[in-house]
T-cell receptor, first 116, second 115 residues
Framework: EAGVAQSPRYKIIEKRQSVAFWCNPISGHATLYWYQQILGQGPKLLIQFQNNGVVDDSQLPKDRFSAERLKGVDSTLKIQPAKLEDSAVYLC??????????????FGEGSRLTVL | AQSVTQLGSHVSVSEGALVLLRCNYSSSVPPYLFWYVQYPNQGLQLLLKYTTGATLVKGINGFEAEFKKSETSFHLTKPSAHMSDAAEYFCAVSVRGGGADGLTFGKGTHLIIQP
C-alpha cells in the first residue's frame, strides 16, 4: 500500500514570495490533515478536511495561508506572501476514518520550507 | 482542551542502557495516547498507542509505555537502547469531541545514543 505522498520535499524562497505544497493521501482515506512543524517544536494542526469539506481551520493563518482538497482526494496548501516565521516542515497526514480519527494518523515525509 | 508535556528536550543514554522518555498529559475526558517516532528527514511513524483496557502497551522495536491515570502520565521505556533508536520522539493525545480531532503533540524529545 502506497503511503502519503508529499511534494516538493524541500523549498527555499524569499520572504513575500508564494509557495504551494501538494499532498496525496493513502487511497480511500477520507480525512486529511495539514500540520506545521517548526524546528524544536511538535507538529501543530493547521487544517483538517473530511472528504472535500473543512472540519476545522481555526489555527490556519488565513491572511496568508490557504488550503483546498478538490474531489476529496489530493490537497494543496499555499502560502502567500511567505514570512520568515513560516520556515517549517509541513506535514500531511491522513486517516481512513470519518468522525473521530482515534488519533491513528498516517504521515507523509513532509515538505521543508526555508524562507530567507 | 487537551495538552501534552514532555520532560526533557534531549535525553542521552549509552547503548544497552535503559531508555525512559517522560510524558504527562492534560485532558478533561478519557484520552487516547500515542508515541510517534521521527527519524531524520522522515515523517512520523506510530510507535505505540493506548486506547482502553490494558494500561501497559507494547509497540514496535521493543518499546513499551504505561498509562497511569492517577499520575496523568504515559512514559515510554525500552530496556536496552540500540544505536538505531536515535531519533525524535513525540507524545500525543487525541480525544473524542467536536471540531478537529487530530493529534495534539508535545514538543518532542531528542534521544541520543552514546556508543
Amino acid at each position: 500500500e502506497a503511503g502519503v505522498a508529499q511534494s516538493p520535499r524541500y523549498k527555499i524562497i524569499e520572504k513575500r514570495q508564494s509557495v504551494a505544497f501538494w499532498c496525496n493521501p493513502i487511497s480511500g482515506h477520507a480525512t486529511l490533515y495539514w500540520y506545521q512543524q517548526i524546528l524544536g517544536q511538535g507538529p501543530k494542526l493547521l487544517i483538517q478536511f473530511q472528504n472535500n469539506g473543512v472540519v476545522d481551520d481555526s489555527q490556519l493563518p488565513k491572511d496568508r495561508f490557504s488550503a483546498e482538497r478538490l474531489k476529496g482526494v489530493d490537497s494543496t496548501l499555499k502560502i502567500q506572501p511567505a514570512k520568515l516565521e513560516d520556515s517549517a516542515v509541513y506535514l500531511c497526514a491522513s486517516s481512513p476514518r470519518t468522525g473521530w480519527s482515534t488519533g491513528e494518523l498516517f504521515f507523509g515525509e513532509g515538505s521543508r520550507l526555508t524562507v530567507l | 482542551a487537551q495538552s501534552v508535556t514532555q520532560l526533557g528536550s534531549h535525553v542521552s543514554v549509552s547503548e544497552g542502557a535503559l531508555v525512559l522518555l517522560r510524558c504527562n498529559y492534560s485532558s478533561s475526558v478519557p484520552p487516547y495516547l500515542f508515541w510517534y517516532v521521527q527519524y531524520p528527514n522522515q515523517g512520523l511513524q506510530l510507535l505505540l498507542k493506548y486506547t482502553t483496557g490494558a494500561t501497559l502497551v507494547k509497540g514496535i522495536n521493543g518499546f513499551e509505555a504505561e498509562f497511569k491515570k492517577s499520575e496523568t502520565s504515559f512514559h515510554l521505556t525500552k530496556p536496552s537502547a540500540h544505536m538505531s533508536d536515535a531519533a525524535e520522539y513525540f507524545c500525543a493525545v487525541s480525544v473524542r469531541g467536536g471540531g478537529a480531532d487530530g493529534l495534539t503533540f508535545g514538543k518532542g524529545t531528542h534521544l541520543i545514543i552514546q556508543p
